[in-house]
């Protein structure tokens, strides 16, 4: 049965393609067709990916189906993954998988909501009918930017944990290709990746209408083409031959950014002219080196007033900041890798001023703006950065009343060697140290020399070996020699350094 109905279908497809082909349909015929053909190519499609997981689930492939579809429908597998994916997301909203597998919704289209869905719950993206009629009616490249906005508004962070997970996913890679060129290829986080684009293309235009002026007046002059240009200015950046607005002073190429005020919430809402929105944090962090414009719109949205555009650090506090901290305030980075940072947050009307300013480099800056960590201000101006949570005792000290390493130890010695002693209540405990040991050593020599003491072994016991079990209490012999029994038993001239004060045991029978 399924056999058949897919042969059916083959043989429909080829029928209308054969009238195409023969050009005798009229403009209006083939325009029902579409329509017709865009249901029909989207159930083909949903078809394509259940039958994929259903042979995956059964044979227990382990991806999805992702492969089988690959290779039933000539996809890549990477194309192919993303299809399966958004098939199994969307089945928790039977409203968006109906609208899909009815050729309503585009597949590019049901990626975004399926990515919208993940971000926040499928309940919050069927009951938006809102949402989903846009999906319906806008193109790909225009739904994008408005399921991200709705994406970020429905979610707690304001889209924090969104924009972490892309800028650690940042990288750049470069390597030698077989045909001699070397290759470079970047991801980057949308705030980071506009900045680096918007330095290309300026610095690209500059070289591009420098070549057209020099052909101008030369016709002999070879133009480049932008791409050549692009990758000319790459290298100019990188090789610092442009200008950059690394701390203070003029900006070069700064991106757009758009913040707003949201009516409803109150809440200030930053984003990108494509609708990318930016978390509060990297709005504050863009903020601090920025050129900010004030703009009035009507009801309508139209523009009725501008303020004049001002640097939040001017070159010439730049230029002072640096000759106060002379890097980074907190690490002494050099300059060049410092950004002005406002203590106060100028997004939050911090002002401009020296005593609200400090030199921070990237990875510094970074660390405040999403990393929470704190700066704590002093009277005399120089702030110091600390982690998140952490207790700031000020500087070290040492204690009033340090307590010794080794204590003295309080039992008594045997009252065989011990001479009398005076109250051990008036006397101040000695203190650790080399002397300590010299008076040990010299009380156990006056124990052994005084009458009645048992006399040491002689030299013939000394000479037999102990048992295991019979060892000095401290002992070390000369030349660096262990007194352990493992080296041999001590000849006749070799004593131990510190002795127990007590006689030796007999020596075996």
């Known amino acids: 049965m399924l056999i058949e109905a897919a042969r059916r279908a083959e043989a429909a497809a080829k029928e209308m393609l054969a009238v195409v082909n023969e050009g005798s349909a009229s403009c209006t015929e083939v325009r029902e067709a579409l329509e017709i053909s865009r249901a029909f190519m989207a159930a083909g499609s949903a078809f394509q990916v259940g039958a994929a997981r259903i042979i995956a689930g059964r044979e227990q492939h382990g991806d999805g189906g992702a492969q089988t579809l690959a290779d039933a429908a000539g996809l890549s597998r990477r194309d192919a993954r993303t299809t399966v994916n958004t098939a199994r997301v969307i089945e928790a909203a039977p409203a968006v998988q109906r609208a899909v597998d009815d050729g309503r919704v585009s597949r590019d289209n049901a990626k975004q909501l399926a990515d919208a869905i993940s971000k926040t719950s499928a309940a919050a993206v069927e009951s938006d009918s809102g949402l989903l009629a846009k999906a319906q009616s806008m193109r790909p490249e225009q739904f994008i930017s408005e399921a991200r906005r709705w994406t970020a508004s429905r979610q707690s962070d304001g889209g924090e944990a969104d924009y972490e997970r892309l800028r650690a996913k940042r990288r750049v890679r470069v390597w030698d290709a077989d045909d001699g060129m070397m290759h470079l290829h970047g991801e980057f ?230 001479p009398a002693q005076p109250d051990a209540a008036a006397e101040t405990p000695p203190r650790p140290g080399p002397h300590t040991a010299r008076a040990a050593l010299q009380r156990a020599k006056a124990a052994r020399n005084q009458p009645g003491a048992p006399s040491p072994p002689d030299s013939t016991d000394r000479e037999k070996p ?44």
């Open 466 to 509: 102990r048992r295991a079990s019979e060892k000095p209490l401290f002992a070390s012999s000369d030349h660096g020699r262990a007194s352990d029994d493992r080296h041999g038993p001590r000849g006749a001239g070799e004593q131990p350094l510190f002795t127990s004060g007590l006689p030796d045991p007999d020596p075996c029978p």
């Open 189 to 418: 986080d949308p705030a980071t990746g506009n900045r680096i684009a918007k330095r290309l293309r300026t610095e690209a235009r500059r070289l591009h209408d420098t070549d057209k002026a020099q052909a101008a007046e030369n016709s002999h002059t070879q133009r480049r083409s932008f791409d050549q240009c692009m990758a000319d200015a790459l290298d100019n950046l990188t090789a610092g031959g442009a200008a950059s607005g690394s701390g203070g002073g003029k900006p070069y190429a700064d991106i757009c950014v758009v913040a707003h005020v949201d009516g409803a919430t109150g809440e200030l809402i930053a984003e990108l002219p494509d609708g990318q929105r930016l978390p509060t944090t990297v709005l504050e962090q863009l903020s601090c080196n920025a050129k900010l414009t004030g703009i009035v719109y009507d009801r309508r949205g139209k523009p009725i007033w501008r303020t004049q555009s001002r640097r939040t650090v001017t070159e010439a506090q730049w230029q002072l900041l640096i000759a106060k901290w002379g890097g980074c305030f907190h690490c002494g980075a050099n300059p060049a890798m410092c950004q002005g940072h406002h203590i106060e947050a100028a997004s939050q009307g911090g002002p401009t001023k020296l005593d609200n300013l400090v030199p921070a480099c990237w990875s510094c800056h970074h660390r405040i703006h999403h990393d929470n960590w704190q700066i704590h201000k002093y009277p005399d101006g120089h702030h110091t950065l600390h982690p998140p949570d952490r207790i700031h005792y000020g500087p070290a000290r040492s204690p009033d009343h340090p307590s010794p390493l080794f204590e003295p130890s309080n039992q008594p010695e045997p009252a065989a060697r011990a």
